[in-house]
């Protein structure tokens, strides 16, 4: 795992100074790679690529990057693994193709001199950004994988072609001009990410997973898709596995082993996280079941109430008899990462449970350098309570007029989230278990102001939305169309639940969850790697009937017939917590003054891109304890604190 970045600049500047001006922005990556760095440049064509390596695989000198192939043709930075290099180079080989060392870069390289490079792309298995540089046709490629693990950003600033793994090795290079993008604010107001392709900044842009930019002199890059997780959805559900429960459940046991054992190859120690639930659990057992020794395992626990899964983590770590390390992390220790977020994630993000992400991953880098996780579980398998709870919402509230939709939802805000919280204690006593509730007071309150859309994929919309009119926050904002809202995708894939589990899968998870993981892991040299994630067992599971998915209210079904197989199911069944932290209550608490500073209404009209009443009113209703704002709250400080640190003006 490691870190690239580069130019192509108008030719003309001395070789120096772009050697000079590549380390530059290399360096800015050197917590992506701290164990070797390197810079090639060209001046004849002004071209220059930067790279810092965190050893994993070949961790002799001839895994050094920049790269050259065996012919001189082609220049390579590549940030990933691959995980089938070893039959692609056993191919190469037979070929007549011969290898200096055992890098998985190399077989990259060989690959693209041997079929060449749009050739080589779709063979190519595993996470990955990749820069080549075919100095024969003079043009530079740029590839990211099928579901977009690892990050590339990219821009056109005058006659320079910036490119890397995060922004801030672009703002290293002297032509890079930070003017912020009011219209990607406005979807990061509403999603609490910047989706693909835009990003904070005009004139950059994320290359969207699964796709490759062709860039040659004096031309816009050309974007092509080599593979299309719409149209892998749409195949699957067009052709349905006709199967047995047994059936399936061996055919997916034998799909994660494989991915599993692909991820535990490494020339350095590996382990993986465990929160105690079905998806990192699952890895883990997977794990276990294919080593010799115990698996290093690493769980992060807090001393706050519904907020643990530590204990739930340690009991299914003695029973797989792993090498179990847990840290239990207080208040004042999660709160002091805060000041590191806007660094890490280089752009504003507002998932709070970046937080734990970060702890666990600190955690493990002092015993591992890569960490299998259960990244994507949710949303290959309907693991999310809000697909059921949007379904019901939907069929419970479409047939109702609007104004008594209007009413209803007027009634219920009327009445503070405390109070709700009051009522409903009274009631938990006679539901059923399965169906209580953390936080009911603050969801009665997200439901009142969901319902009353006009279709279920607006009420989804708004279901996943923080600020529902983020235009009305933006100063000069204009909110850009995005998927969620593409009437086509009714036909191609009908069911309700199916659609938000694609929606999930092409939005949040590369956009937030997998930018979460990358930013938190990376920042602390730490490689993480999601075996779930590995697209032969992504297009297999939409293959599968959603029965497989949820069955009788529960989710994973199909997943959890064979984490039962290593793991009692007394272990595992239980309410789903999820990996957060209580913001609402630190807000008004020990952050108050941090965030007081952030909010503060002179300071908002000064900067000129939010709008204060608004903010302001949320701010206020949630110090009272009318309605827990801190989702809202939470995205506009990361902002604030983003642009405190990072803007360029």
Same mark, same amino acid.
């Given at each position: 795992?490691?870190?690239?970045?580069?130019?192509?600049?108008?030719?003309? %500047?001395?070789?120096?100074?772009?050697?000079?001006?590549?380390?530059?922005?290399?360096?800015?990556?050197? =917590?992506?790679?701290?164990?070797?760095?390197?810079?090639?440049?060209?001046?004849?064509?002004?071209?220059?690529?930067?790279?810092?390596?965190?050893?994993?695989?070949?961790?002799? +000198?001839? /895994? =050094?990057?920049?790269?050259?192939?065996?012919?001189?043709?082609?220049?390579? *930075? #590549?940030?990933?693994?691959?995980?089938?290099?070893?039959?692609?180079?056993?191919?190469?080989? $037979?070929?007549?193709?011969?290898?200096?060392?055992?890098?998985?870069?190399?077989?990259?390289?060989?690959?693209?001199?041997?079929?060449?490079?749009?050739?080589?792309?779709?063979?190519?298995?595993?996470?990955?950004?990749?820069?080549?540089?075919?100095?024969?046709?003079?043009?530079?490629?740029? *590839?990211?994988?099928?579901?977009?693990?690892? +990050?590339?950003?990219?821009?056109?600033?005058? !006659?320079?072609?910036?490119?890397?793994?995060?922004?801030?090795?672009?703002?290293?290079?002297?032509?890079?001009?930070?003017?912020?993008?009011?219209?990607?604010?406005?979807?990061?107001?509403?999603?609490?990410?910047?989706?693909?392709?835009?990003?904070?900044? $005009?004139?950059?842009?994320?290359?969207?997973?699964?796709?490759?930019?062709?860039?040659?002199?004096?031309?816009?890059?050309?974007? =092509?898709?080599?593979?299309?997780?719409?149209?892998?959805?749409?195949? /699957?559900?067009?052709?349905?596995?006709?199967?047995?429960?047994?059936?399936?459940?061996?055919?997916?046991?034998?799909?994660?082993?494989?991915?599993?054992?692909?991820?535990?190859?490494?020339?350095?120690?590996? !382990?993986?996280?465990?929160? !105690?639930?079905?998806?990192?659990?699952?890895?883990?057992?997977?794990?276990?079941?294919?080593?010799?020794?115990?698996?290093?395992?690493?769980?992060?626990?807090?001393?706050?109430?519904?907020?643990?899964?530590?204990?739930?983590?340690?009991?299914?770590?003695?029973?797989?008899? &792993?090498?179990? &390390?847990?840290?239990?992390?207080?208040?004042?220790?999660?709160?002091?990462?805060?000041?590191?977020?806007?660094?890490?994630?280089?752009?504003?993000?507002?998932?709070?449970?970046?937080?734990?992400? #970060?702890?666990?991953?600190?955690?493990?880098?002092?015993?591992?350098?890569?960490?299998?996780? /259960?990244?994507?579980?949710?949303?290959?398998?309907?693991?999310?309570?809000?697909?059921?709870?949007?379904?019901?919402?939907?069929?419970?509230?479409?047939?109702?007029?609007?104004?008594?939709?209007?009413?209803?939802?007027?009634?219920?805000?009327?009445?503070?989230?405390? $109070?709700?919280?009051?009522?409903?204690?009274?009631?938990?006593?006679?539901?059923?278990?399965?169906?209580? $509730?953390?936080?009911?007071?603050?969801?009665?309150?997200?439901?009142?102001?969901?319902?009353?859309?006009?279709?279920?994929?607006?009420?989804?919309?708004?279901?996943?939305?923080?600020?529902?009119?983020? &235009?009305?926050?933006?100063?000069?904002?204009?909110?850009? %169309?995005?998927?969620?809202?593409?009437?086509?995708?009714?036909?191609?894939?009908?069911?309700?639940?199916?659609?938000?589990?694609?929606?999930?899968?092409?939005?949040?998870? +590369?956009?937030?969850?997998?930018?979460?993981?990358?930013?938190?892991?990376?920042?602390?040299?730490?490689?993480?790697?999601?075996?779930?994630?590995?697209?032969?067992?992504?297009?297999?599971?939409?293959?599968?009937?959603?029965?497989?998915?949820?069955?009788?209210?529960?989710?994973?079904?199909?997943?959890?017939?064979?984490?039962?197989?290593? *793991?009692?199911? %007394?272990?595992?069944?239980?309410?789903?917590?999820?990996? !957060?932290?209580?913001?609402?209550?630190?807000?008004?608490?020990?952050?108050?003054?941090?965030?007081?500073?952030?909010?503060?209404?002179?300071?908002?009209?000064?900067?000129?891109?939010?709008?204060?009443?608004?903010?302001?009113?949320?701010?206020?209703?949630?110090?009272?304890?009318?309605?827990?704002?801190? +989702?809202?709250?939470?995205?506009?400080?990361?902002?604030?604190?983003?642009?405190?640190?990072?803007?360029?003006?």
């Amino acid at each position: 795992m490691c870190g690239i970045t580069g130019f192509w600049q108008t030719a003309g %500047e001395t070789e120096d100074d772009l050697r000079q001006q590549i380390v530059l922005m290399a360096n800015t990556l050197f =917590h992506r790679g701290p164990d070797d760095g390197g810079a090639w440049v060209d001046a004849e064509v002004g071209v220059g690529l930067g790279f810092r390596r965190l050893a994993i695989l070949d961790l002799s +000198p001839t /895994g =050094h990057q920049p790269m050259f192939s065996s012919n001189g043709r082609y220049v390579i *930075v #590549f940030n990933g693994e691959i995980y089938n290099y070893r039959e692609l180079r056993a191919e190469l080989e $037979q070929s007549g193709a011969r290898f200096r060392g055992s890098s998985d870069t190399e077989v990259i390289l060989e690959g693209c001199s041997a079929w060449g490079v749009e050739t080589t792309i779709p063979r190519l298995w595993g996470m990955f950004a990749i820069a080549v540089w075919d100095r024969q046709e003079r043009k530079l490629i740029l *590839v990211r994988d099928r579901l977009g693990k690892k +990050p590339l950003y990219y821009g056109q600033f005058g !006659g320079a072609m910036l490119f890397g793994s995060e922004l801030k090795t672009l703002r290293a290079h002297s032509v890079f001009r930070g003017e912020i993008d009011r219209d990607a604010l406005a979807l990061y107001m509403r999603h609490g990410y910047i989706p693909v392709p835009y990003s904070i900044y $005009q004139g950059v842009r994320k290359l969207a997973a699964g796709h490759y930019a062709v860039v040659r002199a004096g031309q816009p890059p050309v974007i =092509h898709c080599y593979w299309d997780v719409r149209q892998a959805v749409e195949a /699957g559900l067009a052709n349905r596995l006709d199967v047995s429960e047994a059936e399936a459940t061996d055919s997916l046991d034998t799909l994660l082993r494989d991915a599993v054992a692909r991820r535990m190859i490494a020339d350095v120690p590996l !382990g993986a996280f465990l929160s !105690g639930g079905v998806d990192s659990s699952t890895v883990v057992a997977l794990m276990q079941a294919q080593s010799s020794r115990p698996v290093k395992t690493f769980t992060i626990g807090f001393y706050i109430e519904g907020y643990n899964e530590a204990e739930a983590a340690k009991a299914v770590a003695q029973h797989l008899g &792993t090498d179990h &390390t847990e840290l239990y992390v207080t208040p004042k220790e999660a709160q002091a990462v805060i000041p590191r977020l806007p660094d890490l994630y280089d752009e504003p993000f507002a998932d709070s449970s970046q937080i734990p992400t #970060f702890l666990i991953s600190e955690l493990a880098r002092r015993h591992v350098t890569v960490a299998l996780s /259960g990244d994507g579980g949710d949303e290959l398998f309907g693991g999310y309570n809000r697909y059921q709870r949007t379904e019901s919402i939907w069929r419970s509230t479409h047939y109702l007029p609007a104004p008594v939709l209007s009413l209803l939802a007027s009634g219920v805000q009327r009445v503070s989230t405390a $109070q709700w919280d009051a009522v409903y204690e009274r009631l938990e006593r006679f539901l059923n278990p399965r169906w209580r $509730q953390r936080l009911a007071g603050n969801k009665l309150h997200k439901l009142a102001q969901v319902i009353g859309a006009g279709d279920p994929n607006a009420l989804y919309h708004r279901i996943v939305s923080l600020w529902k009119a983020p &235009t009305e926050i933006v100063v000069d904002g204009a909110e850009p %169309e995005t998927l969620l809202l593409n009437p086509l995708l009714n036909n191609s894939i009908p069911d309700f639940t199916e659609r938000m589990m694609f929606f999930d899968l092409v939005t949040y998870l +590369p956009d937030d969850i997998l930018v979460k993981v990358d930013r938190a892991s990376m920042g602390v040299s730490l490689e993480a790697r999601a075996p779930l994630l590995d697209h032969g067992v992504v297009e297999w599971a939409w293959r599968l009937p959603l029965s497989f998915r949820r069955r009788n209210g529960q989710s994973k079904w199909l997943l959890r017939q064979v984490l039962h197989r290593y *793991v009692p199911r %007394e272990l595992i069944e239980r309410p789903k917590m999820g990996f !957060g932290i209580p913001i609402g209550e630190w807000l008004t608490g020990p952050l108050r003054d941090w965030a007081e500073t952030l909010l503060n209404e002179r300071r908002l009209r000064r900067e000129g891109f939010l709008v204060s009443g608004p903010i302001r009113q949320a701010w206020t209703n949630h110090l009272s304890g009318i309605q827990n704002e801190s +989702p809202r709250l939470w995205v506009v400080l990361m902002f604030q604190a983003w642009l405190e640190h990072n803007a360029v003006v």
